[in-house]
């Protein structure tokens, strides 16, 4: 079991994991072998923020426990906001203190919708022309339609040329779950970068100091199922 809070740390080559025990539990910390580094100190700047968090955390947490072929869970703190008014340095709560959905829970309920029994499919963390950094992560839902989900890592937005995997037309949805429209099944696509606050930030201990904790707001492609009988 899995319990993590800082997805965006756990990539491939980096990390040994405990298969004996079978438990790994942080929080804004960093496994390294036996050593666990904890306390950065990242702010979580705003709601939308939080909200882009919910679902690239989710992501790469999920390809991390692929990658290291456990079993595990995601557990995201928190559920509610605390008594921080409008602290950026405590906005982490799917509902405010009065329990009004927040961004961050329509993107909770968009993309858990979406993994339920959901296939893996790939992922590419690539750089485009201009080697502007990008996660692209793919995966199929259990009624047969394909999710990409992409973003830009840096503060510089990235371009990415799309292929749709079905050679069909793709409907386009933002973070918390809303239809934006369809786009053509090929298209130049480019990614916003990050505006948050902890972006080229020192405050991130060893061995990853300055590593953004999150990337731009992701964009959402989902490719109609070949169940569906729709025209190509």
């Known amino acids: 079991m899995w319990f993590t809070e800082a997805g965006l740390q756990h990539e491939t080559g980096r990390f040994q994991f405990d298969h004996d025990k079978g438990v790994c539990v942080v929080e804004r910390a960093i496994i390294d072998g036996q050593k666990v580094i904890t306390g950065t100190g990242y702010p979580c700047g705003t709601e939308e923020h939080q909200a882009s968090y919910v679902i690239q955390h989710t992501l790469l947490t999920w390809r991390a426990l692929l990658v290291a072929n456990i079993e595990g869970k995601v557990f995201h703190h928190s559920f509610m906001d605390g008594p921080h008014g409008t602290n950026p340095a405590e906005i982490w709560g799917l509902f405010d203190q009065n329990g009004n959905e927040l961004p961050a829970k329509r993107a909770a309920e968009f993309i858990f919708g979406l993994l339920q029994g959901a296939e893996f499919w790939s992922s590419q963390s690539g750089k485009d022309a201009d080697g502007d950094p990008y996660e692209w992560i793919v995966f199929e839902t259990n009624d047969g339609r394909i999710v990409n989900v992409l973003w830009a890592i840096g503060d510089q937005p990235a371009t990415v040329q799309f292929a749709s995997h079905t050679g069909r037309p793709v409907q386009e949805y933002d973070q918390e779950g809303r239809l934006k429209g369809q786009?053509?099944?090929?298209?130049?696509?480019?990614?916003?970068?990050?505006?948050?606050?902890?972006?080229?930030?020192?405050?991130?201990?060893?061995?990853?100091?300055?590593?953004?904790m999150l990337g731009g707001a992701p964009v959402i492609l989902i490719e109609p199922s070949e169940r569906d009988g729709l025209p190509t």
């Open 183 to 212: 786009r053509d099944a090929n298209f130049t696509l480019q990614l916003p970068p990050t505006d948050h606050p902890a972006r080229g930030s020192t405050v991130a201990e060893e061995p990853f100091p300055k590593e953004p």
